[in-house]
């Protein structure tokens, strides 16, 4: 099933104990674009700049992105998003974010998109998720993404963008943050409490993601509990994007699956899927890793996850 994405299409400086790197192509519409390019047809939606080349058009085209959804506004300035992380990757510091071309964006999804029957919402203002949203009514499966800074400035717009999606995936303590909830399975069954109001689109998610960094993601659904470790890798560059990337490998991999149901069984296998989309773009810059990964090399990577994490349940008689 096709895949319509909006979100930030961005220029990313980030730097991070082992280098650094201006302007490279970032955004969190491109890294979701680029992995779940992997599973089936993906159409990007999001504003740009001048500034915004050919160049950066093409690591998308090459993939075979459908970029027609990306508009191009004259005199704008692309998104940018200044990083830096800490010496454990697992603290990362905003220096700046400058909205550029999405201050004043209103989205107006073209006809192809219009035809998907999965969305992303990616990470972005909430108001422009919604109404996104409002523009695929019948979509079959709605998965949504979105930051702390939403939380602290738009939280009740983003309470909102959440009741009208399938999934949400956040990091672990956005979950907290956004629930209010300390314990995160608490938070998880928060928002899956959550329902649209009538008229409105959607059913309320029935699943939750909770990103959990180096130490891998939860599945979390009214009637069930999955958890995978990440990929265990020796040498981590650059974690920008992994949420992303983790959300395309999910997206994608129930997109490939048209005619089945959503069901824990497939979500599992596409949280390995997600978790090692994510695995490879940590590996360099930015979406250099992604650029060149091979499809033969995600296969075997999920294969080994699958050793890595199967254990049996041998019976032993404990001692009282
Ligand atoms: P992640 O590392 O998965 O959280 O995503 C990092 C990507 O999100 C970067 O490529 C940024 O361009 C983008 N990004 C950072 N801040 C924002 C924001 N406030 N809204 C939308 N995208 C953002």
Same mark, same amino acid.
């Given at each position: 099933?096709p895949?319509?994405?909006?979100? @930030?299409?961005?220029f990313d400086t980030? +730097?991070?104990p082992?280098?650094?790197?201006?302007? %490279?192509?970032?955004?969190?519409?491109? $890294?979701?674009?680029l992995?779940?390019?992997?599973f089936?047809?993906?159409?990007v939606?999001?504003?740009?700049?001048?500034d915004?080349?050919?160049e950066?058009?093409?690591? %998308?085209?090459?993939?075979?992105?459908?970029?027609s959804?990306?508009?191009?506004?004259?005199?704008?300035?692309?998104?940018?998003? $200044?990083?830096?992380?800490?010496w454990?990757?697992n603290?990362?510091?905003?220096?700046?974010?400058?909205?550029?071309?999405?201050?004043?964006?209103?989205?107006?999804?073209p006809?192809?998109?219009?035809?998907?029957?999965?969305?992303?919402?990616?990470n972005?203002?909430?108001?422009?998720?919604?109404e996104?949203?409002?523009?695929?009514?019948?979509?079959?499966?709605?998965?949504?993404? @979105?930051?702390?800074?939403?939380?602290?400035?738009?939280?009740d @717009?983003?309470?909102?963008?959440?009741?009208?999606?399938?999934?949400?995936?956040?990091?672990?303590?956005?979950?907290?943050?956004?629930?209010?909830?300390?314990?995160?399975?608490?938070?998880?069954?928060?928002?899956?409490?959550w329902?649209?109001?009538?008229?409105?689109?959607?059913?309320g998610?029935?699943m939750?993601?909770a +990103?959990?960094g180096?130490?891998?993601?939860a599945l979390?659904t009214?009637?069930?509990?999955?958890?995978?470790?990440?990929?265990?890798?020796?040498?981590?560059?650059?974690?920008?994007?992994?949420?992303?990337?983790f959300?395309?490998?999910?997206?994608?991999?129930?997109a490939? $699956?048209?005619?089945?149901?959503?069901?824990?069984?497939?979500?599992?296998?596409?949280m390995? $899927?997600a978790?090692?989309l994510?695995?490879?773009n940590?590996?360099?810059f930015?979406?250099?890793?992604i650029?060149?990964?091979?499809?033969?090399?995600?296969?075997?990577?999920?294969?080994?996850?699958?050793?890595m994490?199967h254990? @049996?349940?041998?019976p032993?008689?404990?001692?009282?």
């Amino acid at each position: 099933m096709p895949i319509t994405v909006v979100g @930030s299409i961005a220029f990313d400086t980030v +730097k991070t104990p082992f280098g650094e790197r201006e302007r %490279m192509l970032g955004g969190a519409a491109v $890294h979701f674009s680029l992995a779940a390019s992997f599973f089936d047809d993906v159409r990007v939606v999001g504003p740009v700049g001048d500034d915004f080349g050919d160049e950066q058009i093409e690591v %998308m085209t090459r993939r075979g992105v459908d970029v027609s959804g990306i508009e191009r506004v004259a005199g704008g300035k692309t998104f940018f998003w $200044h990083g830096e992380y800490g010496w454990d990757l697992n603290s990362r510091e905003t220096l700046d974010t400058q909205l550029g071309v999405f201050e004043g964006f209103q989205p107006k999804l073209p006809g192809s998109a219009r035809a998907s029957d999965v969305l992303f919402l990616a990470n972005i203002q909430p108001d422009l998720q919604r109404e996104v949203r409002a523009q695929l009514p019948d979509a079959r499966f709605v998965a949504l993404d @979105s930051m702390n800074l939403w939380i602290d400035i738009a939280r009740d @717009s983003l309470v909102a963008a959440i009741e009208g999606v399938d999934c949400v995936i956040l990091n672990d303590a956005e979950l907290r943050q956004l629930t209010g909830k300390p314990n995160l399975l608490g938070a998880a069954r928060e928002v899956l409490s959550w329902k649209p109001p009538a008229g409105a689109p959607g059913r309320g998610p029935s699943m939750v993601v909770a +990103k959990q960094g180096e130490y891998g993601a939860a599945l979390i659904t009214p009637e069930s509990f999955f958890a995978l470790p990440a990929y265990p890798l020796e040498t981590v560059i650059d974690p920008t994007g992994a949420g992303d990337t983790f959300a395309g490998g999910l997206v994608g991999y129930v997109a490939a $699956h048209p005619g089945e149901e959503l069901s824990d069984e497939l979500m599992r296998r596409a949280m390995a $899927h997600a978790t090692v989309l994510a695995s490879f773009n940590v590996e360099e810059f930015g979406t250099e890793r992604i650029e060149r990964l091979e499809a033969r090399e995600i296969a075997a990577r999920v294969e080994q996850l699958q050793a890595m994490t199967h254990f @049996s349940a041998a019976p032993l008689a404990l001692r009282d």
